[in-house]
């Protein structure tokens, strides 16, 4: 590892080397360090997550430093981030050093420098009181000094408020654990809790978008004070760290900031890549693999058709003219719409790694235009006459076979080939209400999109329309419409209406990625888009299924051949649910999600890449 990544660790200034001096010290004194002795062998799982702690040493180190009221439950497996061992917790990430543990400081400036999350607002750091802390754990008194500069800076009362700030930092270590032995002296016990918290880098600040809620900074997390409750403990920043490598549950505020940032983080998380990495170059010596899948077996990616790296091999001159490479686009994201016959692919789509722009001002005024992914097909799409907003597109257009990058210049489509450029209709850009980090791609019945930050753009080809032989949309239109009768009959459709001609196919499974063929159809219900359109009561039904061949759904049971009904299901947990209810009587529940796929649509739609009822999703390991 480069020198400079090490000190990514911990920066250049004094107030932040301090963590391996801690543990010297506490080490010297008798306490009981990071470094374990003795290991433990039988794995901590926690149902609440569905991750284990089979490291001795983080076990020993999550004894010692508080369990779950701390450190919060596991949020991963233990794998490799710039060259060291490391698990996610709630509100930390461990990190192993040799034969000791330590946590990551989150808050460094070349990790993520927190200032938005969620519609809170933190405080930022203060140089002036970094400038006063005690920075030399050499000193004898060191330990009183941290007390005292602690006391003095960190209070329990602020603005006639109870925030209790020093005393969470004061009890952080609960010192009957961690001195079982004997009454520990006060040096220690600060030691101990400047281990969990560092420093305090900033003065308390009352959030300026609600009172209720207080802040303080430290080096390694954010004390929150909640006049509701009223409370006191750590925003959980680990839980945002996370979610900041997978682009899952990021808050639009702080995925905005590493945008901005550039982070190297930002993103990264891309099952069956390389490493899991959606952008390699960006954290050398590391390994994703399986980092954030639950259990502790094997991680696995489940088969589906997926772009290769060959596959864009002729397309390297487009992109390295437009400031790309192979690597930048991420095909692990893939989503690919077949046929339900073999060799039945009609086109691949796959996002960036990086978001094309901030937001959707680029895509109507840069010059050079905005590339916002690639398009592969063995055949030739028609790109059709379409009007958005009023606005005539151009006469139908043929796109030969081969691989595109797709690029929007002045608010219109493009495709651009190794021998062509093919223009297309004008780009549908829409809001997406939730961010979308890192870049997706999805398809509907009607066309292709590819989404980032807030912006998402929507083009022809059809991939139901575009091959101009009926025969294709009837491969799939027919047996759905087969499936709806044989539903109806059965009632177990209710009062449903199926828009069988929005159906869609997609490949998922061994057999049928092998084949290159659909292995299951889907069709959404009829309808205007509005609240009426897909309602949250359980038993509403919001779309058919169809399974042609076995199909497996990330931690549910494999759905066997048959057409289902797809309803709300009954929430467990606080979390959706959803029922699939075959036309023979089976029975199948699995979570589901409320996740917007497809915006800015005029009708119910089915979305493949994430399967998609609007915006009611069944599991998929194509959305994290």
């Known amino acids: 590892m480069s020198r400079s990544t090490r000190q990514g660790r911990r920066a250049s200034a004094p107030l932040w080397l301090l963590v391996q001096g801690v543990v010297c010290m506490i080490a010297a004194m008798g306490a009981p360090s990071a470094r374990v002795a003795s290991a433990q062998t039988n ?113 329990d009362t602020f603005n006639s408020k109870n925030v209790g700030f020093f005393q969470l930092f004061d009890s952080t270590v609960p010192v009957d654990v961690a001195f079982p032995q004997g009454q520990p002296n006060p040096t220690q016990v600060t030691l101990l809790n400047l281990e969990i918290w560092g420093l305090p880098t900033s003065a308390p600040m009352t959030d300026p978008g609600n009172p209720n809620f207080i802040y303080q900074r430290f080096q390694r997390g954010i004390m929150h004070y909640d006049a509701t409750c009223p409370c006191t403990q750590g925003i959980l920043v680990g839980d945002l760290f996370k979610s900041v490598l997978t682009g899952r549950d990021l808050p639009d505020d702080l995925g905005r900031d590493m945008v901005k940032l550039n982070s190297r983080y930002y993103g990264q998380y891309a099952p069956g890549n390389r490493g899991w990495l959606a952008r390699p170059s960006d ?5 994703l693999t399986g980092a954030f899948d639950p259990g502790r077996d094997p991680p696995r990616v489940l088969p589906r058709i997926r772009l290769e790296a ?37 086109a691949s789509i796959a996002p960036l790694a990086r978001p094309p722009s901030l937001d959707s001002t680029d895509l109507r005024q840069r010059a050079a235009g905005v590339p916002i992914g690639v398009l592969v097909s063995p055949r030739a799409l028609t790109l059709p006459q379409v009007s958005i907003s009023g606005v005539a597109a151009q006469a139908r257009s043929t796109l030969p076979p081969g691989p595109y990058l797709v690029r929007v210049r002045g608010g219109q489509v493009e495709f651009a080939g190794p021998s062509t450029t093919v223009p297309g209709p004008l780009a549908d850009i829409h809001a997406m209400t939730r961010w979308v980090g890192p870049p997706q791609s999805t398809a509907t019945y009607k066309d292709v999109c590819f989404a980032w930050n807030l912006v998402q753009v929507c083009t022809a080809p059809s991939p139901l329309r575009s091959t101009g032989d009926p025969a294709d949309a009837a491969s799939i239109t027919d047996p759905m419409a087969r499936a709806v009768q044989a539903l109806a009959q059965r009632g177990v459709l209710g009062n449903a209406s199926i828009n069988v001609d929005a159906s869609v196919s997609e490949a998922q499974g061994a057999a049928a990625t092998n084949a290159r063929a659909a292995s299951l159809l889907a069709a959404p219900v009829k309808g205007p888009v509005g609240p009426e359109t897909v309602p949250r009561t359980e038993g509403a039904t919001v779309g058919v299924l169809v399974v042609l061949e076995t199909v497996e759904l990330p931690g549910v049971a494999t759905l066997q051949p048959a057409a289902y009904a797809v309803q709300v299901g009954r929430a467990q947990a606080g979390q959706t649910g959803a029922r699939l209810k075959a036309v023979d009587g089976r029975q199948v529940d699995m979570p589901a999600r409320l996740l917007e796929m497809r915006g800015g649509s005029d009708e119910p739609l089915v979305s493949i890449g994430s399967l998609c009822f609007l915006d009611f999703c069944l599991p998929d390991d194509n959305e994290y």
């Open 43 to 155: 794995p901590q799982c926690f149902v609440e997550t569905g991750f284990c702690i089979d490291d001795p040493m983080f076990q020993e180190y999550f004894r010692l430093r508080g369990q779950t009221r701390i450190l919060g439950f596991p949020t991963s497996r233990v794998f490799v981030l710039d060259g060291f061992s490391v698990q996610f917790f709630q509100r930390v990430v461990l990190q192993r050093q040799g034969n000791a543990v330590s946590r990551l400081n989150l808050l460094d400036p070349g990790l993520m420098p927190l200032s938005h999350a969620g519609g809170l607002t933190f405080p930022p750091p203060d140089p002036n009181l970094a400038a006063t802390a005690p920075n030399n754990p050499d000193d004898r008194n060191y330990g009183q000094d941290v007390a005292n500069f602690v006391r003095q800076n960190a209070p």
């Open 283 to 287: 954290l050398p010596n590391t390994d």
């Open 310 to 346: 060959s596959d864009l091999t002729s397309l390297t001159g487009v992109l390295s003219s437009n400031g790309l490479r192979v690597e930048d686009v991420n095909i692990s994201r893939t989503v690919t719409f077949a046929l339900p016959r073999t060799s039945g692919v009609v």
